[in-house]
């Protein structure tokens, strides 16, 4: 041991070398490490994020599929008495699909999830009765620019 102390003594830019070297290595890993960490937790971050939207998106479409006004609305059979019902109903699948565009913005889900979404809400405001409602509730500010970023991001061709 004693020697190992001499050299150090007599080779101290080297040994200084060394001990920056060992430095910056450690600086590395460390970096390494973290970085796996952090990816780990925002991919844990993205699953828990996909099960709460679809436990959510369920839990809407159940709700709205018992009250029949969107679908009427869809199959044309919708009572008039019913419409401002209907347009309630669609506000509210509207405002969901606008949260996870929010997530979607925020690396708060996946892109193939995010594609999922985008796929079913640019099909459904494209159906001519969702369409008129959409230009309804615009223009009464009952869908806000956001939503219409949303579906200018989702659903233009490009």
């Excluded at 001990?19 to 970085?35: D, H, K, N, Q």
């Excluded at 509210?92 to 913005?105: A, T």
Aim: hydrophobic share 35%; proline share 1%.
């Amino acid at each position: 041991m004693k020697c190992f102390w001499s050299w150090l003594k007599a080779n101290t830019d080297e040994s200084q070398g060394l001990g920056a070297l060992a430095g910056v290595l450690v600086a590395i890993i460390g970096f390494g490490v973290t970085y796996s960490q952090l990816r780990s937790a925002n991919v844990t971050l993205q699953a828990s994020n996909a099960y709460t939207i679809q436990k959510d998106g369920r839990e809407l479409l159940d709700t709205i599929q018992e009250n029949g006004f969107v679908r009427n609305l869809v199959d044309g059979k919708l009572k008039p008495e019913d419409q401002e019902k209907a347009r309630f109903d669609l506000w509210k699948m509207f405002n969901f699909y606008l949260s996870v565009y929010r997530q979607s913005k925020a690396g708060g889900i996946g892109d193939e999830f995010r594609e999922s979404y985008k796929r079913d809400f640019c099909g459904f405001v494209r159906l001519a009765q969702v369409d008129t409602e959409w230009k309804t509730m615009l223009a009464d500010k009952s869908v806000s620019t956001e939503h219409t970023k949303m579906r200018e991001d989702w659903c233009a061709k490009k």
